[in-house]
């Protein structure tokens, strides 16, 4: 691989097949990711999410767009996202820009969620305090009630975001620690890919 050079290997097809993996050999979760996103005074902020798609236009997770990442994403639409599959001794890092999914998307994964999901997505007020157990229970209850024939309509505050990566880092245990660190990085989302290699 060139060391900081354009380069014709895609780095979404390269992650993908790293996903591939982790999904054969990672007990739970391997889409699981840590997401990092910074406070309106700029201090990090960080948390485990799912990631629902990749493809050529970036990274995509779901969330209450009244969460504290919801909000934090609002003020500043830049994040990062680190998948770590201990089974494979390996690790990616991305950044980039954030930009919301369309409403079309949206709707398309909202519907292809376990019915149960739907109504935790209306029922729970993510990251807000929360006064019991019960009270969440009884929010269920009550929207588990009013949807309990028919669809059940994406809410208004649901929605996903799409991480457009700018930099995508593959990193792979090797021994004596010794790591082998590949760095994808480019100027725009239309841009070529470039690579540089990092010591470890």
């Known amino acids: 691989m060139p060391d900081t050079a354009a380069t014709t290997e895609d780095p ?29 005074d700029g201090r990090p902020s960080a948390r485990m999410v799912l990631l629902k798609g990749v493809d050529a236009r970036g990274f995509v997770f779901y969330t209450n767009l009244e969460s504290r990442k919801g909000g934090e994403l609002a003020t500043n639409p830049h994040a990062a996202l680190c998948f770590h599959w201990k089974s494979l001794t390996r690790s990616v890092r991305v950044e980039g820009q954030v930009e919301n999914v369309s409403a079309e998307e ?63 880092e593959f990193w792979r245990d090797m021994p004596f620690r010794l790591h082998e660190r590949l760095v994808f990085l480019r100027e725009g989302p239309d841009a070529p890919w470039r690579t540089e290699l990092l010591y470890p």
């Not at 729970?124 to 269920?140: F, G, H, I, N």
């Open 12 to 40: 979404i097809a390269r992650f993908e097949a790293w996903m591939a993996d982790a999904a054969e050999k990672e007990p739970n979760d391997p889409n699981a990711v840590c997401l990092a996103t910074a406070t309106p």
């Open 106 to 168: 949206a709707d398309a994964y909202y519907a292809s969620r376990a019915r149960g999901s739907r109504i935790g997505a209306w029922a729970s007020k993510q990251s807000r305090p929360l006064e019991s157990r019960y009270a969440l229970e009884k929010r269920v209850a009550e929207f588990g009630l009013k949807y309990a024939v028919g669809d059940i309509p994406r809410p208004p505050f649901w929605s996903g975001f799409r991480l457009v990566p700018a930099r995508i």
